[in-house]
């Protein structure tokens, strides 16, 4: 069974920072296209950024880009998002999937909240 699980949500202040991890189990995680997505409310789900499996460099929306570092721990069946520069419009639930989310969303998790607030 392909399982997802997201963690490390939270409520920061404009400007804070905070890390989600994903731990992946059920599937070939080592050979795995994975990605990160989210959705605010009452918006679409937007690809925040996509993790080869190899040492290729993890693609960055441009919303995030430059303040989100994406990473994989494959010995640990993990995935890592590394939030920074936090701004009130990342507020959203976010979502890791098996896919290139640029592609398709794939197979996700339960979400974790982040928000964003004053």
């Known amino acids: 069974e392909v399982q997802l699980v997201e963690s490390g949500g939270g409520l920061v202040q404009p400007g804070g920072a905070l890390n989600l991890s994903c731990a992946a189990s059920?599937?070939?995680?080592?050979?795995?296209?994975m990605s990160w997505v989210r959705q605010a409310p009452g918006k679409e789900l937007e690809c925040v950024s996509v993790?080869?499996?190899?040492?290729?460099?993890?693609y960055y929306g441009d919303s995030v880009k430059g303040r989100f570092t994406a990473s994989r721990d494959n010995t640990k069946k993990t995935l890592y998002l590394q939030l920074t520069s936090l701004k009130t419009e990342d507020t959203a639930m976010y979502y890791c999937?098996?896919?290139?989310?640029?592609?398709?969303?794939?197979?996700r998790g339960q979400g974790t909240q982040v928000t964003v607030s004053p």
């Open positions: 993790v080869y499996p190899t040492l290729q460099s993890p």
């Open positions: 999937s098996w896919a290139d989310c640029r592609q398709s969303i794939g197979t």
């Open positions: 059920g599937f070939p995680f080592m050979i795995a296209m």
